[in-house]
């Protein structure tokens, strides 16, 4: 009897139908407000400047395409390490087991694997809202997902006394995904003073953090962004950081990102490190090497790196501005004073209160393309097209209160 494999289709993921078809859809003055890419005035996502150098430099020194190891370029980790941890370094010597990845979303799997293996039968907290792909993740590992509450979309701070509430019922051994500088969808960010009590809330609980960065840079500048996620590393005994190096250096297909594991001691530190060579051996055996010979030849040639934090803060700088047009366009067009949170949250993304159907109307009747969730890119636009999304978002906000 011949063999077969008997499948159902899938449902299509909604974010790759709405990127399919934004590609088709022929109107000149169409808005991609959708996927979490950087896009400059001209509606494109270069390859940066700094980029393109690294890789002239490589063509001309690179030597050899021999394996590097499950653990891929340690160069590269511990560049990224020194960009992470900065000045304060030197607290978490000897206490990291960092290993190269493919992207962040690699990153994420590979802790989420490792807390798997744990006897504790561990349970994966993410925030309302997340992004879909955590969820798909922990699932797909037969982890059981337990929500807590993080932001509405139209407020400028984290909802943290129900966060915290929510928390309560995490167990030892449990993992929270908390993410990074400006990575959660409605653009709202823990303060460092609210990193630091989460993280003592957590330590006491035994409750292991996976923090996920993936816009290091383009919420207030490299240092900045950090200084929340470093007060609460300090305090941890055992954490998980998945970096990814797809946003800010806008080399999102060559899959370039990092784990780092913050270990308690070191018997903990070589367990660690064996299970997570093993499960890179085993899944996808060992990352790809350009990406992160790239990023290492940026971070350890002056010129290139200086090359890069030019553009990098030009990036800051373009969106900042798109954020603060759009709150006030958004405010002057509804006359409510709640779309001027947008100016004070960070990065690319926010929330707007629209649903499905609103999302569908909005993208047949206007070319502008967005989730169900209402979570928009805001650097998916330009800053000429701030005035006509606005006035489209604003009427259907108005029409659907
Ligand atoms: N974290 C989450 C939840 C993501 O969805 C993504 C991108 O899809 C990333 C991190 C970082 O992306 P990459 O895997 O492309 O580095």
């Not at 080399?251 to 367990?271: D, K, Q, V, W």
């Not at 090497?289 to 040639?301: C, Y």
């Not at 993208?363 to 928009?376: E, M, V």
């Amino acid at each position: 009897m011949p063999s077969s494999l008997t499948l159902d289709v899938l449902p299509s993921d909604p974010l790759l139908s709405l990127m399919a078809a934004f590609r088709m859809d022929e109107r000149p003055d169409k808005v991609d407000l959708g996927v979490g890419v950087y896009r400059d005035e001209h509606g494109q996502t270069p390859i940066m400047r700094a980029v393109k150098r690294a890789e002239q430099e490589l063509l001309i020194s690179e030597r050899t395409k021999v394996y590097e190891g499950p653990a891929g370029n340690q160069e590269f980790c511990e560049a990224i390490e020194r960009l992470v941890f900065g000045s304060k370094r030197q607290s978490f010597e000897n206490r990291t087991t960092t290993m190269t990845t493919p992207g962040g979303c690699g990153a994420l799997f590979l802790a989420l694997q490792l807390m798997k293996r744990s006897p504790q039968n561990a349970r994966c907290w993410v925030s309302e809202p997340t992004w879909p792909n955590h969820i798909g993740m922990a699932q797909s590992l037969g982890l059981e997902i337990k929500t807590y509450r993080y932001a509405a979309g139209m407020t400028p701070v984290v909802h943290f006394e129900q966060m915290l509430d929510d928390l309560d019922a995490a167990r030892a051994g449990d993992i929270i995904i908390v993410q990074g500088p400006c990575h959660n969808p409605t653009g709202i960010d823990l303060s460092p003073e609210q990193w630091v009590i989460l993280a003592d809330r957590l330590e006491t609980k035994g409750v292991i953090p996976l923090i996920d960065i993936a816009y290091h840079g383009l919420g207030a500048g490299l240092d900045t962004d950090m200084d929340g996620v470093l007060a609460a590393l300090d305090r941890l005994a055992l954490a998980c950081v998945s970096y990814s190096c797809s946003k800010n250096f806008g080399l999102y297909r060559e899959r370039t990102g990092c784990l780092i594991t913050i270990c308690p001691n070191r018997s903990s530190h070589a367990a660690i490190s064996s299970h997570l060579n093993d499960i890179a051996r085993s899944c996808y055996s060992m990352p790809p090497a350009h990406g992160a010979a790239i990023v290492q030849t940026i971070l350890s040639m002056n010129e290139f790196r200086k090359e890069w934090e030019i553009e990098l803060s030009e990036m800051r700088g373009r969106i900042s501005a798109l954020r603060s047009n759009l709150a006030l366009a958004l405010t002057e067009v509804t006359g409510d004073r709640r779309f001027g949170a947008i100016e004070a949250q960070k990065g690319m993304f926010s929330q707007v209160p629209l649903n499905a159907d609103h999302a569908a109307k909005l993208t047949a009747d206007h070319a502008i393309y967005l989730p169900a969730s209402g979570r928009i890119n805001i650097a998916g636009m330009n800053a000429d097209q701030v005035s006509q999304v606005a006035v489209q978002l604003g009427q259907a906000l108005m029409d659907k209160s």
